[in-house]
């Protein structure tokens, strides 16, 4: 017979009532997305029932004791037949597409170095070609991969308008590169990777004694639209700005930094939306940081 899976403080279940509550707001925009995309119930029941036992296989093992089937049933609620089933698939893996894992060191280094920005941190325009020593788009390649050519990556970025190409043979970024767009696979990827991220840190906080993670916000009701459309702009600024900040701190620190098994991620995101008529406003007016 087994016995209850011992807790941990932290590990005590919330009221499942307001935990479920909760849920539903973070899921609603991802079953939008679903709907739209044609992923019905039932294959997201199938993704959802590899992923719990993934989870508990992988994420659940007690010190010193083999994971069992009985025991990923008893976590899950899943029948063992269906768990030795799907079990040993291993733990699920983001894959970095090679095109968007060298398409962001080249833009990081870009934005980060201080011989291809200005004073403020924007990306100067940079010569195709230049001597030793000076700056240029093919030196900023090459310092980051040699297995390609430069103008084959010049090449896949202006196809993809990700940056242009003047008659002075002066390459230019566009606003474009710092926003991958439609769907794509770049896209794609950064919406599991920040959304992951994202919950990752305020699961960290709710679970611990006291939170760990910055995941804070600012939120005002009751706006017109001509007043969240100028704080939407005022706050993509100041977003860009910290970003930009932040990546020009982490390029200098990796220059000497010894390396090891730790990654860093700080993302900011905006979001208005007009409020349904037969939704009732927020109580009051003012908002502010939480």
Same mark, same amino acid.
């Given at each position: 017979?087994?016995?209850?899976?011992?807790?941990?403080?932290?590990?005590?279940?919330?009221?499942? #009532?307001?935990?479920?509550?909760?849920?539903?707001?973070?899921?609603?925009?991802?079953?939008?997305?679903?709907?739209?995309?044609?992923? #019905?119930?039932?294959?997201?029941?199938?993704? $959802?029932?590899?992923?719990?036992?993934?989870?508990?296989?992988?994420?659940?093992?007690?010190?010193?004791?083999?994971?069992?089937?009985?025991? %990923?049933?008893?976590? #899950?609620?899943?029948?063992?037949?269906?768990?030795?089933?799907?079990?040993?698939?291993?733990?699920?893996?983001?894959?970095?597409?090679?095109?968007?894992?060298?398409?962001?060191?080249?833009?990081?280094?870009?934005?980060?170095?201080?011989? #291809?920005?200005?004073?403020?941190?924007?990306? $100067?325009?940079?010569?195709?070609?230049?001597?030793?020593?000076?700056?240029?788009?093919?030196?900023?390649?090459?310092?980051?991969?040699?297995? $390609?050519?430069?103008?084959?990556?010049?090449?896949?970025?202006?196809?993809?308008?990700?940056?242009?190409?003047?008659?002075?043979?002066?390459?230019?970024?566009?606003?474009?590169?710092?926003?991958?767009?439609?769907?794509?696979?770049?896209?794609?990827?950064?919406?599991?990777? !920040?959304?992951?991220?994202?919950?990752?840190?305020? %699961?960290? !906080?709710?679970?611990?004694?006291?939170?760990?993670? $910055?995941?804070?916000?600012?939120?005002?009701?009751?706006?017109?639209?001509?007043?969240?459309?100028?704080?939407?702009?005022?706050?993509?600024?100041?977003?860009?700005?910290?970003?930009?900040?932040?990546?020009?701190?982490?390029?200098?620190?990796?220059?000497?930094?010894?390396?090891?098994?730790?990654?860093?991620?700080?993302?900011?995101?905006?979001?208005?939306?007009?409020?349904?008529?037969?939704?009732?406003?927020?109580?009051?007016?003012?908002?502010?940081?939480?």
């Amino acid at each position: 017979m087994l016995s209850p899976v011992p807790q941990s403080p932290v590990d005590v279940p919330l009221d499942t #009532t307001k935990l479920q509550a909760a849920l539903v707001r973070v899921l609603r925009p991802l079953v939008r997305l679903l709907v739209r995309r044609g992923i #019905t119930f039932p294959a997201l029941c199938d993704v $959802l029932r590899e992923l719990y036992v993934n989870v508990a296989e992988y994420d659940f093992v007690l010190p010193g004791k083999e994971q069992t089937d009985s025991r %990923v049933s008893l976590l #899950t609620g899943i029948h063992r037949k269906e768990v030795r089933r799907l079990r040993g698939a291993g733990a699920p893996v983001s894959a970095v597409p090679a095109s968007l894992s060298r398409t962001s060191r080249i833009l990081a280094r870009w934005l980060a170095d201080r011989r #291809t920005t200005d004073a403020e941190g924007h990306p $100067l325009p940079l010569p195709r070609v230049a001597p030793a020593g000076q700056p240029s788009f093919e030196a900023l390649v090459e310092s980051i991969t040699r297995d $390609l050519r430069p103008r084959a990556v010049l090449d896949e970025w202006i196809d993809k308008r990700l940056a242009t190409l003047d008659e002075a043979d002066v390459v230019t970024l566009l606003d474009r590169a710092f926003v991958p767009q439609g769907g794509d696979e770049q896209q794609l990827y950064y919406f599991g990777r !920040n959304l992951h991220d994202h919950v990752a840190s305020a %699961v960290a !906080n709710i679970s611990a004694e006291s939170p760990r993670f $910055l995941e804070r916000a600012v939120h005002y009701d009751g706006l017109s639209a001509e007043l969240a459309a100028d704080l939407e702009r005022r706050s993509r600024d100041l977003a860009m700005e910290a970003l930009t900040a932040s990546n020009r701190q982490a390029h200098d620190g990796c220059e000497g930094d010894a390396g090891g098994r730790w990654r860093w991620n700080f993302g900011v995101y905006v979001f208005t939306e007009e409020v349904s008529a037969a939704e009732p406003p927020s109580a009051g007016r003012p908002g502010g940081d939480a």
